[in-house]
């Protein structure tokens, strides 16, 4: 059974941290691409960051240098770093899995900024 689980988020005030997680079990993690999206109330699923079954990133041009994706194969998880958070990074993120014609999708974890 394919499974992302999602955890990290929570509330943080403008200028914080936080650093998402992404547990994948049930696929083949080495051989997946894995990104972040994210939805804010009102408005569409939007990619974040992506990085691929080499390690090579890439990132939303408004979000470079605030975010830095990882994953480490041997926990077959992926992260997401997020600094210098702002109100408009509240949203909902999406741990999100993909190879060939194969999406899997997690269920979120809420980021609110706020102070």
């Known amino acids: 059974q394919v499974q992302l689980v999602e955890s990290g988020g929570g509330l943080v005030q403008p200028g914080g941290s936080l650093r998402l997680s992404c547990a994948a079990s049930?696929?083949?993690?080495?051989?997946?691409?894995m990104s972040w999206y994210r939805q804010a109330p009102g408005k569409e699923r939007e990619l974040v960051a992506t990085?691929?079954?080499?390690?090579?990133?890439n990132y939303a041009d408004s979000l470079k240098g605030r975010f830095t994706i990882s994953r480490d194969y041997a926990k077959n998880t992926v992260y997401l770093q997020m600094n210098s958070l702002k109100p408009e990074d509240t949203a909902v993120y999406y741990c999100?899995?993909?190879?060939?014609?194969?999406?899997?999708w997690g269920r979120g974890t809420q980021v609110t900024v706020s102070s």
């Open positions: 049930g696929f083949s993690f080495s051989n997946y691409d």
């Open positions: 990085i691929i079954r080499t390690g090579s990133t």
């Open positions: 999100n899995a993909v190879r060939s014609s194969f999406w899997y």
